[in-house]
């Protein structure tokens, strides 16, 4: 027969509960990642912060990361021929005067992915103002990068890059206004490696404040990688001969080594390598599985193509290589 009205209503009304169950799911996960990571206890004094990268140099895909969902989304590509110069992200749990957490350009040598959380030394700000109101960047370079070292505060940057900087940020708005909708940018002024420091503490302070009044609730546990459920992992179809499911850390032709934080659930950048060397394969482990140093079996993938790092990918195996470092005994599957 066909369905009648109250087939009709009853149906929307479980697929509407149905619905709210997931998105409780997706929230409820995703606060338990942004909860865990924030502005260090001496982050102030060290300039040391994680950042979660949102958009990699040279890109014109401006990316904003939803901590309600965990989930990167595309707010528009720029309408002006111009790429960021650097990898742009915020420093969680921080908040400025507009109501986002405080911004950061990193002056990166090899672009960071899309959504890791990466330490990054605090160097100097970039004062501006928009449409909107003031607005801040943090200027930064990579914590663990021996490459800048050297650059210790603003007055180290190079000045050609301070103006790359600088005209980017006055031009990347400007084909975007409409009528009766203005779009522009001004540059107040550049400060120094304490100011930033400044609009840091500043920033965590007004976040501080804005929690006042919510009592602080635990965490849920963050969902561990490492032990992805058999039934995942028989969905996958990896049943053949040799066939497995690996999570891929590192991008083939990387020099930007990441590891998968099981206490925040998290990509986060371990090092830069030191080396003018590049990981010949997307590297990654295989989850369910355990090493006699307490991690997961090393997987390196033979790609034609980049498999992008956070992805769970069907891999064959058709041998490994055994080797030892400074650690022991290691084995990486290929």
Same mark, same amino acid.
Request: hydrophobic share 35%; proline share 6%.
């Given at each position: 027969?066909?369905?009648?009205?109250?087939?009709?209503?009853?149906?929307?009304?479980?697929?509407?509960?149905?619905?709210?169950?997931?998105?409780?799911?997706?929230?409820?996960?995703?606060?338990?990642?942004?909860?865990?990571?924030?502005?260090?206890?001496?982050?102030?004094?060290?300039?040391?912060?994680?950042?979660?990268?949102?958009?990699?140099?040279?890109?014109?895909?401006?990316?904003?990361?939803?901590?309600?969902?965990?989930?990167?989304?595309?707010?528009?590509?720029?309408?002006?021929?111009?790429?960021?110069?650097?990898?742009?992200?915020?420093?969680?749990?921080?908040?400025?005067?507009?109501?986002?957490?405080?911004?950061? %350009?990193?002056?990166?040598?090899?672009?960071?992915?899309?959504?890791?959380?990466?330490?990054?030394?605090?160097?100097?700000?970039?004062?501006?103002?928009?449409?909107? *109101?003031?607005?801040?960047?943090?200027?930064?370079?990579?914590?663990?990068?021996?490459?800048?070292?050297?650059?210790?505060?603003?007055?180290?940057?190079?000045?050609?890059?301070?103006?790359?900087?600088?005209?980017?940020?006055?031009?990347?708005?400007?084909?975007?206004?409409?009528?009766?909708?203005?779009?522009?940018?001004?540059?107040?002024?550049? *400060?120094?490696?304490?100011?930033?420091?400044?609009?840091?503490?500043?920033?965590?302070?007004?976040?501080?404040?804005?929690?006042?009044?919510?009592?602080?609730?635990?965490?849920?546990?963050? *969902?561990?990688?490492?032990?992805?459920?058999?039934? %995942?992992?028989?969905?996958?179809?990896?049943?053949?001969?040799?066939?497995?499911?690996?999570?891929?850390?590192?991008?083939?032709?990387?020099?930007?080594?990441?590891?998968?934080?099981?206490?925040?659930?998290?990509?986060?950048?371990?090092?830069?390598?030191?080396?003018?060397?590049?990981?010949?394969?997307?590297?990654?482990?295989?989850?369910?599985?355990?090493?006699?140093?307490?991690?997961?079996?090393?997987?390196?993938? %033979?790609?034609?193509?980049?498999?992008?790092?956070?992805?769970?990918?069907?891999?064959?195996?058709?041998?490994?290589?055994?080797?030892?470092?400074?650690?022991?005994?290691?084995?990486?599957?290929?």
């Amino acid at each position: 027969p066909p369905p009648t009205r109250e087939h009709d209503s009853m149906h929307r009304h479980v697929a509407s509960a149905q619905k709210a169950r997931v998105d409780n799911s997706i929230r409820t996960a995703a606060a338990a990642k942004y909860g865990r990571v924030g502005p260090y206890t001496d982050s102030v004094t060290t300039s040391v912060v994680p950042v979660i990268i949102e958009v990699p140099r040279d890109q014109r895909n401006k990316l904003e990361y939803d901590k309600e969902t965990d989930t990167l989304q595309l707010d528009r590509v720029l309408h002006s021929s111009c790429h960021y110069p650097g990898d742009y992200g915020f420093v969680p749990r921080t908040l400025c005067p507009d109501g986002d957490p405080i911004d950061v %350009l990193v002056l990166s040598k090899f672009a960071l992915a899309p959504g890791v959380v990466a330490d990054c030394r605090l160097v100097g700000v970039m004062d501006m103002e928009d449409e909107k *109101g003031g607005d801040a960047k943090l200027i930064a370079v990579v914590a663990s990068e021996p490459r800048t070292m050297g650059i210790t505060d603003i007055d180290k940057v190079p000045a050609h890059v301070k103006a790359e900087i600088q005209q980017f940020f006055e031009l990347y708005k400007s084909l975007e206004a409409k009528p009766g909708k203005p779009k522009w940018v001004k540059i107040r002024s550049w *400060g120094n490696r304490a100011r930033a420091l400044q609009d840091l503490a500043d920033s965590i302070k007004l976040y501080e404040e804005s929690q006042k009044g919510h009592p602080q609730k635990a965490l849920p546990a963050v *969902g561990n990688v490492y032990e992805l459920s058999t039934e %995942l992992m028989d969905s996958r179809g990896s049943v053949g001969d040799g066939e497995c499911c690996a999570y891929i850390e590192v991008q083939k032709g990387d020099a930007n080594k990441y590891e998968w934080d099981k206490q925040t659930g998290y990509l986060t950048l371990d090092r830069v390598l030191h080396s003018a060397v590049f990981y010949p394969g997307d590297y990654g482990f295989i989850p369910r599985t355990l090493c006699g140093d307490g991690d997961p079996i090393d997987v390196l993938v %033979l790609s034609s193509f980049q498999v992008n790092c956070g992805v769970l990918c069907d891999v064959r195996v058709i041998g490994a290589l055994n080797m030892s470092d400074e650690k022991g005994e290691d084995q990486k599957l290929i």
